[in-house]
């Protein structure tokens, strides 16, 4: 048995956390390594040191320390400890010692664990704390470390980030068994069936066309049309064997140079390393993606497609995967057989491998058994897809006896993955964000990923694939595509759904039918739904209508409970035959003159399974629709017809995120069936006049139903509007919850955010421009990127007072650059800018057309250092040297941060948070620098300053341009205002943006 040995160190303040350490190994031993022959061991001083009279307590220690520990665990709170002589602590002896030795070995792995709650300064030491603080400073420049705020019972606690972190440290230090040696079936492990393999390239080649049919009757297969995805790294804490952020991307620069920072980070890829946890939103491509590998990994290779993926986005064949038999498990018809037991939200391992025994063995897929599955799940041979965890119900059954399956399937699963994964098996989870929460998420022990939305190279794979296979020929495939896209170009609205993959493949469809794109989501839904309808009945036309109204009862009832008696908080993703049966004839009875001609619910139910196309018949006589957002949609169309007080409906049902797509469903269907907007206005009033930061979830919606009207071209009152303004407004200044904050601040910058000087080349806007008062400011001291070196502590002497930009430059500033043609007014570019300019013939930043990156207020990327310089030259400014900007970011007390001397969780958008994404400016107002009120200094982008600085990477260098700041995708120690760090001036990444000095005189109006 491989024994792993965790040393723990801390002072006597941390006493509860030593404590549930033995519950986490304990925990970790009974599940995760069992079957890889693997225990886990803590030693600790308070269990294993014998005591001794006479020597120092911290020699005591010290002598009976063993000296082959793997893991180093440290922790401080409050407390360093007691001096050594030489040192502040045993923990800092202990840590110092560990760190040596792993310059030497590379071992021990080294974790440490500050905690973060808040404390009155006048229950603790001072001095103490203050060591705490400049310790953790240091350590922060050797790695990552890992902050907590109480002991257990959310994602951040100590008890599941320390259970998290152990478990993959073990799959990182204990090598699993190489494929190649493991041993063939045996008599206990039955050969996979030539039927289900069959049975799988069939279920999973076919591409259904939302129910829209080519017109040339053509069957589009899943390899001519499928693009690969991209993820966000949504994981917290460190990765085995991974860096993480900048960090991680100067690992990669070693290697190949510079242009490995702008390579995607694909989702296959990620599957190929490890077993994934992948969120998704509605159309993102988590079931698409699910049957792709399920088909390449049964059929052992990608057929070869056109038009070819570019550079950097070209999936290889996940070679780890090669002998595993792939399971996909759809969970919408799997929950069914998990225990109804009254009452019920726990699972163990076995009782979900008896679900899945009583499962495949009643489905029996290609004649699939569970003694097949078991066989090779005991070799570590199976690639287990779960796909749509959110598609599980939360609540099933009457009060008396209702039981909880998507409780109880968690359980199970927090309880089978280590023991699978520790096997060598491969799990993948899928589901939407609301699925599972944070902490439920980490108990699963899986890498959580986050499906990017299609970038604009990806956008054009899947038109380009599409084209092709819509058409008779290539040539004519890349015409219509080509057509597709400037049609795309020119039609700003529909943006917001390109970067859906299923979305995407619709419009594209649509536009081949007939060339004409809809106008926004509702449109393309209402078209979608025509177009199906229309070709499932050619002969019956006038049953159309009532075949609508049928849907929408159905998806109605599945999403309220309504028609069976039940009061449902969240909409159900399935129903029975016998459910459906019911919700029919409960309409038809409230409303006959509906119906007319109806000829039973039976008959009727029957007819919606077979010929809709839209509603599909599923094992075990139940039904779904073709994707959830059809059931939004259909939804919706009765909401409207049957809720009277629409604004205490959406006030009931906006709290839950689940509701989020039919709400906003439901305003445009309100907006789309009503020629005036008058009712669409009236809602919206209602539901802002009493709303309140109590409110958020509806606030959120609020400013969902905002954007619709404005992308009608309709406005509100200006006193709601100004009402509305003033609760984003509020809702930043307050530091609401961050994620309703980016929504609102979003929804901010689409209204006009008042905060931003929408024009910077005035040079008296108290709101474009801080002062930076004459004196003498301390720069450098701080540590640099690994290319580059660091700037020595110096001081410096700003003579005049200057103007800085009080944010970095926003979309909607640069937007007046690009409309006045500065990318065309060669007096605003250096001669090297305009070298560059000509060579790429650039007309706007990289990602403008990206909705991820160009609300209005949030900072522009995908900038070069030209097209920044080239901006404050026609702004008539300058960008600032380094110094200058880090003397406006440090001010004159020369701190550390912009804010203070002390980094806080959450207090900037960096890494940590895991938006993946820029926010808007100015959306943090604990991290306003301290004497100068500047926003963004720290987090969201890097900016751009002048200076020149030399980039040495092994085997290359070059001259690069300064950046500071740190971003939204690096950890918060490189948003220190000391830290520097260097990029190509030609680099226009997601992460660069700037600001802008005024070469102005001061003086604000």
């Avoid at 010290?62 to 440290?74: C, E, I, M, N, S």
């Amino acid at each position: 048995m491989r024994l792993i040995r965790v040393f723990v160190s801390s002072p006597s303040d941390v006493a509860e956390e030593r404590r549930v350490l033995d519950e986490v190994v304990e925990r970790i031993n009974r599940t995760d390594v069992r079957a890889q022959d693997v225990r886990l061991e803590l030693w600790k001083w308070e269990d294993d040191v014998v005591p001794q009279i006479g020597p120092r307590p911290q020699d005591v220690v010290d002598a009976q320390t063993p000296a082959d520990y793997d893991v180093y665990l440290g922790m401080l709170a409050c407390r360093f400890g007691t001096p050594t002589g030489r040192y502040g602590s045993g923990t800092e002896k202990e840590f110092r010692d560990a760190l040596r030795r792993w310059g030497k070995t590379g071992k021990p792995w080294i974790l440490f664990y500050f905690k973060t709650a808040k404390v009155a300064l006048d229950e603790i030491d001072l001095d103490q704390y203050a060591q705490v603080r400049k310790f953790r400073e240091e350590v922060q420049t050797r790695g990552l470390y890992a902050t907590y705020e109480q002991v257990r019972g959310t994602a951040e606690a100590f008890f599941e980030q320390v259970d998290t972190h152990l478990r993959k440290i073990i799959a990182a230090l204990v090598p699993r068994q190489p494929a190649g040696e493991v041993p063939g079936p045996t008599a206990e492990t039955a050969p996979v069936p030539d039927a289900y393999r069959a049975w799988l390239a069939r279920e999973c080649s076919g591409v259904e066309l939302l129910g829209l049919q080519d017109q040339q009757g053509r069957a589009v297969q899943l390899y001519q049309v499928y693009v690969p995805l991209t993820i966000t790294d949504g994981t917290d804490g460190p990765q085995p064997g991974r860096t993480t952020g900048k960090a991680e991307a100067l690992a990669a620069l070693q290697r190949t140079g510079r242009e490995a920072e702008r390579k995607p980070e694909l989702l296959m890829g990620q599957l190929a390393e490890t077993s994934l946890y992948v969120e998704g939103g509605a159309g993102a491509g988590k079931s698409t993606f699910c049957r792709w590998v399920a088909h390449g990994v049964n059929a052992g290779q990608w057929p070869a497609r056109e038009p070819a993926a570019p550079e950097g986005y070209r999936e290889t064949f996940p070679e780890p995967l090669r002998e595993h038999l792939p399971l996909l498990i759809r969970l919408r018809d799997f929950w069914i057989a998990l225990p109804a037991t009254p009452g019920g939200r726990g699972l163990s391992r076995s009782g979900l491998e008896d679900a899945l025994h009583r499962w495949l063995d009643e489905k029996q897929p290609g004649q699939l058994s569970w003694a097949c599955v078991s066989g090779h799940l005991q070799r570590g041979r199976v690639l287990i897809m779960l796909d749509g965890f959110d598609e599980v119900p939360i609540r099933v059954g009457p009060d008396d006896s209702a039981y909880h399956p998507r409780q109880m399937l968690l359980e199970g699963l927090a309880d089978a993955v280590p023991h699978w994964t520790g096997q060598g098996n491969r799990v993948l989870v899928t589901s939407r964000p609301y699925g599972l929460n944070a902490v439920e998420a980490r108990r699963l022990g899986l890498r959580s990923v986050t499906i990017a939305d299609l970038d604009a190279p990806l956008q054009g794979l899947l038109v380009g694939r599409w084209f092709d296979a819509l058409s008779p020929d290539a040539e004519q495939g890349a015409e219509r595509a080509a057509e597709m896209r400037a049609h795309l170009a020119e039609r700003a609205e529909v943006s917001p759904l390109v970067s859906s993959p299923m979305l995407l493949t619709a419009l594209c469809v649509i536009f081949n039918q007939g060339k004409r794109l809809p106008r926004d989501k509702h449109e393309l839904y209402d078209r979608i739904l025509d177009n199906v309808l229309h070709n499932r009945y050619l002969d019956e036309q006038q049953e159309i209508p009532l075949v609508r109204n049928r849907l929408s009862v159905v998806a109605y009832g599945m999403h309220t409970g309504v028609g069976l008696d039940e009061d449902r908080e969240t909409p159900q993703a399935e129903a029975t035959t016998a459910e459906i049966e019911r919700m029919i004839q409960r309409y038809r009875d409230q409303s006959p003159a509906t119906e007319p001609g109806f000829r039973g619910a039976v008959q009727a139910c029957d007819d919606l399974l077979t010929r809709s196309g839209v509603l599909l018949p599923r094992p075990g006589k139940r039904a779904g629709f073709h994707h959830f957002t059809f059931q939004d949609f259909l939804a919706a169309q009765l909401i409207l017809e049957r809720e009277s007080d629409l604004a205490a409906f959406f006030r009931r049902r906006a709290v839950r995120q689940e509701w989020r797509s039919a709400l906003s469903f439901v305003f445009t269907s309100l907006m789309s069936r009503n020629t005036l907007p008058d009712k669409g206005i009236r809602l919206l009033e209602s539901l802002i006049e009493p709303l309140t930061l109590d409110a958020l979830p509806l606030a959120v919606v609020v400013a969902d139903c905002l954007e619709i009207l404005a992308g009608r071209g309709v406005g509100l009152q200006a006193r709601h509007v100004e009402q509305f303004r003033q609760l984003c407004l509020d809702a930043i200044e307050r530091e609401s919850p961050i994620e309703p904050r980016v929504e609102l601040g979003l929804a901010l910058g689409r209204m006009g955010d008042p905060r931003i000087a929408e024009d910077l080349r005035e040079h008296t806007d108290p709101r474009a421009w801080v002062q930076v008062p004459a004196g003498t400011y301390t720069v450098g001291g701080g540590e640099a990127g690994y290319a580059i070196k660091p700037l020595k502590k110096q001081k410096f002497k700003v003579m005049q007072p200057f103007l800085i930009s009080r944010y970095p430059v926003t979309n909607s500033q640069f937007r007046r650059f690009v409309q006045d043609g500065g990318y065309e007014q060669r007096e605003c570019w250096s001669e090297e800018g305009w070298q560059w300019h000509e060579q790429g013939n650039v007309s706007e930043p990289e990602y403008r057309r990206e909705t991820k990156w160009n609300g209005a207020n949030q900072p522009v990327v995908g900038i070069s250092f030209w097209e920044a310089e080239a901006f404050a030259h026609w702004a008539g400014g300058r960008l600032p040297s380094e110094l200058e900007w880090e003397a406006a970011a440090r001010g004159p007390q020369a701190l550390v941060y912009p804010w203070g001397n002390d980094g806080q969780d959450g207090i900037c958008n960096t890494d940590e948070l895991k938006l993946q994404k820029t926010t808007p400016v100015g959306l943090f107002p604990r991290s306003r620098s301290k004497a100068l009120g500047l926003e963004d200094l720290a987090g969201n982008v890097w900016e751009w300053c002048a200076d020149a600085v030399e980039v040495k990477y092994p085997g290359q260098s070059y001259v690069g341009r300064v950046v500071r700041g740190g971003c939204w995708s690096d950890p918060s120690v490189y948003a220190r205002s000391d830290y520097r760090d260097g990029n190509h001036p030609d680099d226009r990444y997601r992460d660069m943006g700037f600001r802008v000095v005024s070469a102005f005189s001061p003086g604000l109006a």
